[in-house]
Nanobody, 115 residues
Framework: QVQLVGSGGGLVQAGGSLRLSCVTSGTRISLNPMAWYRQAPGKQRELVAA???????NYVDAVKGRFTISRDNAKNTLYLQMNSLKPDDTAVYYC?????????WGQGTQVTVSS
């Protein structure tokens, strides 16, 4: 059974940093495309960053140069390093894995950026 457990959110001032983690079990993250999504109040869930099986990454324009997605295959953990945070980054962040074409989601972790 595939399970994803996200953590690392919190309250931070604008300009600060946070690192989100997503511990995965039931599958090896190196074998699957992984991603981080976010959903702000009243808005649709949006893709923030993704990493392919081969390690290629892509980002939504709003976070390019500020966020970095990475993974530690030995720990089976996905990360999202978030720097220079802005109030617009406030949202619930979800990790996602695509395993055999089926999506799996973490429970979400709240990130709040104060101005």
């Amino acid at each position: 059974q595939v399970q994803l457990v996200g953590s690392g959110g919190g309250l931070v001032q604008a300009g600060g940093s946070l690192r989100l983690s997503c511990v995965t079990s039931g599958t090896r993250i190196s074998l699957n495309p992984m991603a981080w999504y976010r959903q702000a109040p009243g808005k649709q869930r949006e893709l923030v960053a993704a990493i392919t099986r081969g390690g290629f990454t892509n980002y939504v324009d709003a976070v390019k140069g500020r966020f970095t997605i990475s993974r530690d295959n030995a720990k089976n953990t996905l990360y999202l390093q978030m720097n220079s945070l802005k109030p617009d980054d406030t949202a619930v962040y979800y990790c996602n894995a695509r395993v055999d074409w089926s999506p799996y989601w973490g429970q979400g972790t709240q990130v709040t950026v104060s101005s």
